[in-house]
């Protein structure tokens, strides 16, 4: 009975799939339970959770449980999108953890019959004055571009934050945006006993075996250079081959079905595909095109190789379907086939080696309740790197200094953002990326955004925060939000403080989405990310899609002319509680005030239509670092300095300090003509124009050139390059 | 006229150089890297990507295709054939063109936008994108390229991103009908992409149509 054990299941789990096949597992049945039981796959601590997120609405295509979510665009097309965690392998080995983060994430969008148009990422790492992080940024940030440039998908955007709890567990969350005729999109359920089961793509070898189970579901600790065997390699070029293929066969109609083979390799996707069909499949290991020679079935079963796809065809169509595989050298190989037995059966050379119900080992891993408890305090810890009793112009520069504030250009000039003749706004010149779309007549925005420190103040209100936060940079574009999904990434989901974190992240979540009336198309929960200090931050990163009419009617970001007025919109009354300041001051506390989730919904509104009909120069939504920070950022990107006075905060009782360096949803920073602003509600806080930064507010005041607030806003360049190994891919 | 534009396993911005045929108002279909006939054809794009995944070497597999014989024919025969990026390294490979792309003296990949001048000192706004786009030839090969007017665009001052020889950012064949740039001037036809600097690149080129 210790098997099980080492393979990540607990004796109850095993207890319960004896029971369930009336017999002990033999070994390649119980490392296919293993892994289609493990967090990553059965989603056993959050299911019961996710359940509360509304997913319904009008223009929904496809929801949760499809290989991505999809919405409609009008005019017979739709865009499919995801996010998916590839956290673990990425501190593991950072390069190819964050190379198949990308991978994997652009074959769940093709899967569905969507060519990948865009990536984003959102990644965390500790402070960049660790060594161990400067690697692990480097190496993500290698990995990241060596896979999307190679393949011709480009990345728009993204963020990143540096905090001390990602130290060991840092965060690498890829997304893919696809597009798609909505009548060429497929489902993942397998169909029509008889029909053959086709692996595409790679040959199958041991790389990344128990990757879902020992590496994604486990907490890291002493001994993961060990695991790197778990870790897959990937190769894009490959990739490319095969995205293409599928989406030939796609577009002539010869597939039932597809699906990408991910974590669990062939174990879940021929598992998933029969479950949500309601069929069985029969597999025969010997027919599976192999790396190497002498594999185990149960390893063949289990491999996380790489740049795979399974299909599902009806016999008269196969040849078809191979000769489209060899134009496009890539491997192909009828590996088994559909039945009606609810059965899925492991076959070596007509043996039957394994035999299992297909509820039991998809559907019936046991869900659970968690036992949250909150924290009685704040358990991350301060450290003081900025003085309180700093004069405000050296906070104002030590805060466009912070790398997660930073210009991130050191990172975004690494991936192609241009390729596929889409992108209408290059990364940093607006708060959401924008993709041209002429085919349906429209353009989408795109943001993804989670402030993890915010949410470990109040895991509601941060998550909250979070949503507003992508629904106010797609008002800032002009765009109209038509779907959510996320990425959750938790700590020890089995201990009560991240159980908390994890439970009421989900409610706010949910409580923002309903009344923004934004469904959730998808989502991917990573849990157990944790280092030897404890949990890292709670996570929830949350990425929006919406429409814009017209891609040519966008607001940059950036200030754009000299002697424009300076407005501030929305309901933005800016605290200390979990900004920048409080970190760099080290009097970081629980609590987070509560956001009028209403007033910012309808704030996005004003914004949109007034980017839309053109009457404001720019639009920046104020996020970390505060006001100061948002119209530095304003002037930087513009080459012009500004003049503000935030005098008028007062009476929102924001102190001084708050005033110039508070946070909060809700604020926009707009520029353009004094009466237009003035129309949309905006107060008029200053205006543009000259070499300099001038700030006041009430007692405190601040003059820095605009050539020292660009050095600080331009300074990761220095930081992250330091000591970053020299680079050994193309 | 009508542009034929290479598809090779791994190319990327193969569609993009088609759309770019379109916008300066010619016509353009693709040609699989199989296909050893180019007739209909006045003249060919290579365009950017990683064909073949660079292995071994950027455009090294990719030159021994039947549809570069083809190319290699129809630059023979004068006409016009425009290598972008890895279509460069491509053309290099094949020897239609002189010198060759190294690995960017950062050694990192870089994508931004850039300032180009060509030969009557415009100044070109086009983007470049590449890992290996440092064009190197050895200094008596430089001296003759740059006497026989052989460079067809350079880097302006503080553009050279690279570290390419001479701010060289594109060279043509002794006959002008072959040219390579690492830059993309098919990401730069789009007033809303970016730039429209782009479209004089394709345009010089079909005079030899």
């Not at chain 1, 941060?462 to 959510?484: D, M, S």
């Amino acid at each position: 009975m210790s098997a099980h054990r080492e393979l990540g299941l607990t004796d109850s789990e095993y207890e319960l799939i004896v029971e369930k096949m009336g017999r002990e597992p033999n070994v390649v049945e119980l490392a296919m339970f293993s892994l289609l039981w493990s967090e990553h796959c059965a989603y056993k601590h959050s299911k019961k959770l996710l359940g509360k997120l509304p997913s319904d609405g009008p223009r929904v295509v496809m929801g949760p449980g499809e290989n991505a979510g999809a919405v409609d665009l009008g005019s017979g097309y739709a865009v499919a999108f995801k996010v998916e965690s590839h956290n673990h392998p990425s501190a593991v080995e950072p390069f190819q953890g964050a190379a198949t983060g990308v991978g994997g994430i652009l074959r769940d969008v093709f899967a569905i019959g969507a060519r990948p148009i865009a990536v984003l990422d959102s990644l965390r790492f500790g402070e960049l004055d660790s060594v161990r992080s400067r690697h692990l940024l480097d190496g993500a940030v290698r990995g990241i571009g060596h896979y999307g440039n190679s393949i011709g998908v480009p990345n728009v955007g993204g963020e990143i934050y540096f905090e001390e709890p990602y130290e060991h567990n840092c965060l690498v969350n890829a997304m893919c945006i696809g597009f798609a005729k909505t009548e060429d999109m497929v489902r993942a359920a397998a169909a029509g006993v008889g029909n053959a089961v086709v692996l595409m793509g790679a040959t199958t070898g041991r790389d990344g075996i128990g990757g879902a189970s020992v590496l994604a579901s486990a907490e890291l600790g002493e001994g993961d250079d060990a695991k790197r065997p778990t870790v897959q390699v990937g190769d894009p070029f490959e990739e490319s081959k095969v995205l293409e293929c599928c989406l030939e066969l796609l577009e002539k109609g010869l597939l039932v079905s597809l699906q990408d083979l991910g974590a669990a390799g062939l174990t879940s996707s021929a598992g998933e595909m029969a479950s949500a069909g309601e069929v069985g499949i029969d597999i025969e290991v010997a027919k599976v095109p192999l790396r190497e020679a002498d594999m185990e079935p149960f390893e063949i079963m289990v491999s996380e190789s790489q740049e795979r796809m399974l299909a599902v065809v009806e016999p008269s169509r196969v040849e078809e379907v191979r000769a489209i595989c060899a134009k496009w050298q890539t491997e192909s190989a009828e590996i088994g086939v559909v039945t009606d037995s609810g059965h899925i059966r492991i076959l070596k050379d007509g043996e039957v080696v394994g035999d299992m119900p297909v509820e039991a080992l998809v559907d019936g891993c046991p869900l659970y309740d968690l036992a949250p408890a909150a924290p009685a305090a704040w358990i991350y810890g301060n450290k003081e790197t900025l003085s309180p009793s700093a004069d405000s112009a050296s906070t104002l520069v030590a805060l466009l200094a912070a790398p997660s504030i930073a210009s991130k250009k050191w990172i975004f000039q690494q991936y192609d953002s241009i390729v596929g003749s889409r992108t209408v706004r290059r990364p940093e010149s607006a708060d959401a990326a924008v993709l041209q779309l002429p085919e349906s007549g429209n353009a989408i925005a795109v943001s993804i955004d989670g402030n993890g420190r915010k949410v470990a103040c109040e895991p509601f209100n941060g998550t909250v925060e979070a949503v507003l936060e992508c629904a106010q940079n797609l008002a800032c574009v002009g765009a109209e939000p038509l779907g959510l999904t996320n990425c959750l990434n938790f700590g020890n989901p089995e201990k009560p403080v991240p159980a908390w974190q994890l439970d009421r992240a989900i409610s706010g979540l949910a409580a923002a989405c309903e009344e923004l009336g934004v469904p959730v198309v998808g989502g991917n929960v990573s849990l157990y990310n944790e280092g030897p200090d404890g949990p890292i931050y709670p996570t929830p990163v949350v990425a929006m899609v919406g429409e814009l009419p017209d891609p040519a009617q966008t607001a940059p970001s950036s200030f754009a002319n000299e002697g424009d007025a300076i407005g501030l919109l929305g309901p933005f009354t800016p605290t200390m509680h979990g900004s920048e300041i409080a970190k760099q001051r080290g009097e970081l506390e629980m609590g987070l005030p509560d956001p009028n989730v209403a007033a910012v919904a309808d704030a996005c509104a004003t914004v949109r239509e007034a980017v839309r009909a053109g009457k404001v120069a720019s639009a920046h939504d104020v996020s970390d670092g505060g006001l100061a920070c948002a119209l530095a950022e304003s002037s930087i990107g513009a080459g012009i300095g500004c003049r503000a006075d935030l005098q008028d905060l007062r009476e929102r009782g924001c102190t001084p300090d708050e005033a110039l360096f508070g946070e909060g949803p809700g604020g926009f920073v707009l520029s353009g003509d004094r009466t237009e602003l003035e129309a949309l509600g905006a107060l008029i806080i200053g205006e543009v124009g000259g070499t300099t930064i001038e700030l006041a507010a009430g007692d405190r005041s601040l003059v820095i050139g605009l050539t020292d607030a660009t050095e600080a806003w331009r300074s990761l360049d220095a930081k992250a390059e330091s000591d970053a190994e020299p680079p050994a891919d193309a | 006229m009508i542009w034929g534009v290479l598809q090779f396993p791994g190319s990327c911005d193969e569609r993009d150089a088609l759309n770019a045929c379109e916008v300066v108002g010619d016509e353009a279909r693709l040609i699989w890297h199989e296909e050893r006939d180019l007739s209909g054809v006045d003249g060919v794009v290579v365009p950017g990507g990683f064909s073949y995944g660079d292995y071994l070497r950027a455009g090294a597999i990719a030159r021994f295709s039947p549809a570069m014989e083809a190319v290699a024919e129809l630059a023979a025969a004068g006409g016009p054939v425009l290598g972008i990026c890895n279509g460069f390294q491509v053309l290099c490979e094949a020897g239609l063109l002189p010198g060759a792309l190294l690995r960017n003296q950062e050694l990192r990949f870089i994508c931004r936008q850039a300032d180009l001048l060509d030969d009557e000192g415009n100044v070109l706004s086009i983007p470049l994108k590449h890992g290996e786009g440092r064009f190197y030839a050895p200094e008596e090969m430089l001296d003759r390229l740059e006497a026989g007017g052989q460079v067809a665009y350079r880097y302006a001052d503080g553009h050279n991103v690279n570290g390419s020889s001479r701010n060289i950012a594109g060279v043509r064949n002794e006959a002008g009908n072959v040219v390579g740039l690492m830059p993309h001037p098919e990401h730069a036809v789009d007033p809303l992409t970016g730039s429209i600097d782009g479209r004089k690149v394709f345009e010089a080129l079909e005079k030899y149509a």
